[in-house]
């Protein structure tokens, strides 16, 4: 009888790692459809410190909070009064009041143009592609100046 517990309890471990693995997997939550609610954004005040994931919450990268899907989920949110879009990535929990669904960074916030209003009704969509830039970077965005490149010719020789 003691044998059987044992063997039970390696394969509850088994199954519970199992799933804690494929919990983190983008496709499985590509088949939730469109969730619609209302979004709020993170104080200023919340900027520097750490997130549930472990990463620093800056203003001006596009993450997001929710309570239930797996973290590094991107997430494509339509505001539904002028139809803007953002791509944005979870990486924290929340929020935790009843009546909203997603709670957004400054910059979500921003391109959503929500700042005023503070909260407004969005539609939540899982988006597959997981290229999706979680902080800008002007060596991503830009190309470099032709000043640049000439000097850059000139060291080579």
């Known amino acids: ?29 590509a088949q939730l459809k469109p969730i619609r609610g209302k979004a709020s954004y993170y104080a200023n005040s919340l900027h520097g410190r750490y997130m549930l994931n472990g990463e620093r919450y800056h203003r001006d990268s596009m ?22 879009v953002v791509y944005v990535k979870v990486t924290d929990r929340g929020p935790f009041v009843k009546s909203r669904i997603i709670d957004l960074s400054y ?11 503070g909260v407004a009704k969005v ?7 997981e290229r999706v830039p979680f902080r800008f970077s002007d060596e991503i965005l830009l190309p470099k100046p032709k000043w640049q490149e000439e000097a850059d010719d000139e060291t080579d020789l």
């Open 1 to 29: 009888m003691r044998r059987r517990k044992e063997n039970t309890r390696r394969w509850h471990i088994i199954v519970l790692i199992g799933f804690c693995l494929s919990a983190n997997q983008v496709p499985a939550c």
């Open 63 to 84: 993450t997001c909070a929710h309570l239930t899907l797996p973290f590094g989920t991107t997430l494509k949110v339509r505001n539904l009064r002028n139809n803007r």
């Open 107 to 117: 910059a979500a916030a921003k391109q959503l143009r929500m700042l005023s209003a």
């Open 123 to 129: 539609e939540i969509t899982p988006y597959l592609p």
